[in-house]
């Protein structure tokens, strides 16, 4: 398996663009996890969701942050509109039930907001 | 509220110089403590989980160990490839699955 894999590597945008972010997750997990990591903030939860279903999205920041898991093999956070001190790294995750501590991160994508 | 503190923030080493990295913990209860292996450029990688005070994890130089306040990574005689961000994280039990993540330990281990 290829891990997961995130789309695009890095992104720039101007404020108030919408920017779309997608994921594809290991084949056969069953939890899909969306993070956000800053100097600041460190690596911060999201939401995620289970069998595609949102879970727990109360690490969503503000309503231009939404998520959508249409099928088991892929997953997108968009950010409309967006805003510079959204720029970060947004990393996707996945994990199979019963080990959902152990999460297989993508390579993340770089956001740059001007 | 879920809380991790890590500490040092930057740790530098000799090869084959030992040392332990600390990850303290304040949550409701613990459904499990992660750590987790982060190379500049890359996604963090998974090393252990711990579940129970007392229980202890090992991976070539690593040990992990937990205790009912803190967990303690201990690097034996590290090397320069040993070099990247390790980062602890906890999942509460009454916090559905989601892990709260510290802030992490830079270390770096010159040859």
């Known amino acids: 398996d290829a891990g997961v894999i995130q789309s695009p590597r890095h992104e720039v945008t101007e404020m108030g663009q919408e920017v779309t972010l997608r994921c594809k997750p290991i084949s056969g997990h069953d939890y899909l996890f969306w993070y956000r990591q800053t100097m600041m903030r460190g690596l911060e939860l999201l939401i995620y969701?289970?069998?595609?279903?949102?879970?727990?999205d109360s690490g969503m920041p503000e309503d231009r942050f939404s998520a959508k898991m249409p099928n088991a093999s892929f997953s997108t956070l968009k950010i409309q509109p967006s805003e510079p001190r959204d720029s970060a790294v947004y990393f996707c995750?996945?994990?199979?039930?019963?080990?959902?501590?152990?999460?297989?991160f993508g390579q993340g994508t770089r956001l740059t907001v001007v | 509220e879920d809380q991790v503190t890590q500490s040092p923030e930057a740790l530098r080493l000799q090869e084959g110089e030992s040392s332990s990295l600390n990850c303290s913990y304040t949550?409701?209860?613990?459904?499990?403590l992660f750590w987790y292996r982060q190379d500049p450029g890359k996604g963090p990688e998974f090393l252990f989980t711990?579940?129970?005070a007392g229980e202890e994890k090992e991976k070539e130089r690593l040990k992990a160990t937990l205790t009912k306040k803190e967990s303690f990574l201990h690097i034996t005689a590290p090397k320069p490839e040993d070099s990247a961000t390790y980062l602890c994280?906890?999942?509460?039990?009454?916090?559905?699955?989601?892990?709260?993540f510290g802030s992490g330990t830079r270390l770096l281990v010159r040859p």
């Open positions: 969701f289970n069998n595609n279903v949102p879970i727990d």
């Open positions: 994280a906890v999942q509460d039990l009454d916090s559905s699955y989601k892990l709260i």
């Open positions: 949550v409701s209860g613990l459904r499990g």
């Open positions: 711990l579940y129970s």
């Open positions: 995750a996945s994990s199979p039930q019963g080990y959902e501590g152990k999460a297989f």
